[in-house]
C-alpha cells in the first residue's frame, strides 16, 4: 500500500506501559522525521480513549511508536483492523507472540540456524532444574529489561524473582550464557547489518540501555563473516517463523564458539535516531527519515 502526503498519520506513542518514556521518545523522534519529509502528522498519546481520538483526529494511517503492553503485544493492532485503520509493523498474531517470550522460544526451537538457551519458567522457590547460578530473570511479556534481574548465586534470587514477577505474568529463567551481546535488525525480510552491544557493567540493564556513555555500540560489528551470515540468517528466520512485517529485531548472544544463541525479537524496536534499528539501518545508507516514512509507506492491515 502507498500513501500520499495528504493522509493524516496519526503516530500513536506513550501509552500504559511501564516502557511509556521510551515510547514517548520514539514517537517524537518519528513524528519530527514525518513532519520533515512533509506528512500531516498528529501525536497521539495513547490511552483507554484511542478510539475516540483517532476517530477525533480523522487519522487515515497509524505509525506505531509503542512498546509494551497494549502497544506491542497486538491489542492496539486488533483495535485498528476493527476500526479499518493500516498500520505499521507487525500484525495481531506475530506482535502477540514476539511479546511473550516463552511462546516466541516454543514457536522457533527446532527451526535451522536457531540455538536457544535451556529455559524453564518458575514464580518461586530456588531456580528450577537443570537451571544452575547465575542466572537471569525476566518478564515473559515486556521489552527494555524493565524488571530484568541476574542472579549471581542464592542470595540474589528472591529479589531477582520479585523484580520479574512485579511486571506481572509468568517469568522465563535462564542460565547466563556467557559471550558477546549483539542484535540483528531485519527490514521487509532483510537483515540489516550486526550491532555489538558492548555495556561497561558487562550486562546489558535498563541503566546500560538508557544512561548515556555506560554503553558502547560497534555498528557494523567486527565479527567473522561466518559468525555475522549465521546471525543475520538466525535473525530472518525468527522474523519469519513468528510472521513479522516492517521492521523487528531480534537478540542473540555470541559464545566463544561463535554460535549465536536466540534471546528473542522485538516487533518494534526502539525508534530514534540513536537507537539500535536505525544505527544499522544507517550502516547501509538509509538515514532515519528515509526509514520511517518507508515503515509507513509499508502500513497495511492484517
Known amino acids: 500500500m502507498s500513501f500520499a502526503k495528504s493522509v493524516k498519520v496519526g503516530v500513536l506513542l506513550g501509552g500504559?506501559?511501564?516502557?511509556?518514556?521510551?515510547?514517548?521518545?520514539s514517537g517524537h523522534a518519528v513524528a519530527d522525521a514525518l513532519r520533515e519529509r512533509g506528512w500531516d502528522v498528529v501525536e497521539i498519546d495513547v490511552g483507554r480513549d484511542l478510539a475516540e481520538q483517532l476517530r477525533a483526529h480523522k487519522v487515515d494511517v497509524a505509525w506505531i511508536a509503542l512498546h509494551g503492553r497494549f502497544g506491542e503485544d497486538g491489542c492496539v493492532q486488533g483495535l485498528l483492523e476493527v476500526l479499518g485503520i493500516p498500520y505499521t509493523g507487525s500484525g495481531v498474531r506475530a506482535s502477540a507472540v514476539a511479546m511473550d517470550k516463552i511462546t516466541t522460544k516454543r514457536l522457533i526451537a527446532g527451526k535451522p540456524g536457531i540455538h536457544l538457551a535451556a529455559d524453564a519458567v518458575s514464580v518461586a522457590g530456588d531456580p528450577p532444574p537443570p537451571l544452575r547460578f547465575p542466572v537471569i530473570c525476566k518478564p515473559a511479556t515486556g521489552g527494555s529489561t524493565v524488571g530484568t534481574r541476574k542472579a549471581a548465586d542464592a542470595s540474589e534470587w528472591a529479589d531477582a524473582l520479585a523484580a520479574a514477577v512485579a511486571e506481572g505474568g509468568e517469568v522465563i529463567v535462564e542460565e547466563v550464557i556467557?559471550?558477546?551481546e549483539i542484535t540483528v535488525a531485519v527490514l521487509d525480510g532483510v537483515p540489516l547489518p550486526v550491532v555489538r552491544i558492548v555495556p561497561d557493567s558487562g550486562f546489558f540493564d535498563f541503566e546500560a540501555k538508557y544512561t548515556k556513555g555506560l554503553t558502547r555500540y560497534e555498528a557494523p560489528a567486527a565479527l567473522p563473516a561466518a559468525v555475522t551470515e549465521a546471525a543475520q540468517a538466525a535473525a530472518v528466520v525468527a522474523y519469519k517463523a513468528?510472521?513479522?512485517?516492517?521492521?523487528?529485531?531480534?537478540?542473540?548472544?555470541?559464545?566463544?564458539?561463535?554460535?549465536s544463541v536466540f534471546l528473542e525479537i522485538n516487533t518494534?524496536?526502539?525508534?530514534?535516531?540513536?537507537?539500535?534499528?536505525?544505527m544499522a539501518a544507517g550502516c547501509v545508507g538509509i538515514?532515519?527519515?528515509?526509514?520511517?516514512?518507508?515503515?509507513?509507506?509499508?502500513a497495511r492491515l492484517d
Open 16 to 25: 500504559m506501559s511501564s516502557e511509556r518514556p521510551i515510547s514517548l521518545k
Open 287 to 298: 538515514d532515519f527519515p528515509t526509514l520511517v516514512e518507508r515503515l509507513l509507506q509499508a
Open 268 to 278: 518494534i524496536p526502539g525508534m530514534t535516531a540513536t537507537s539500535l534499528s536505525p
Open 242 to 259: 513468528v510472521g513479522c512485517r516492517g521492521l523487528a529485531r531480534a537478540d542473540f548472544i555470541v559464545e566463544a564458539d561463535g554460535t
Open 178 to 180: 556467557v559471550g558477546e
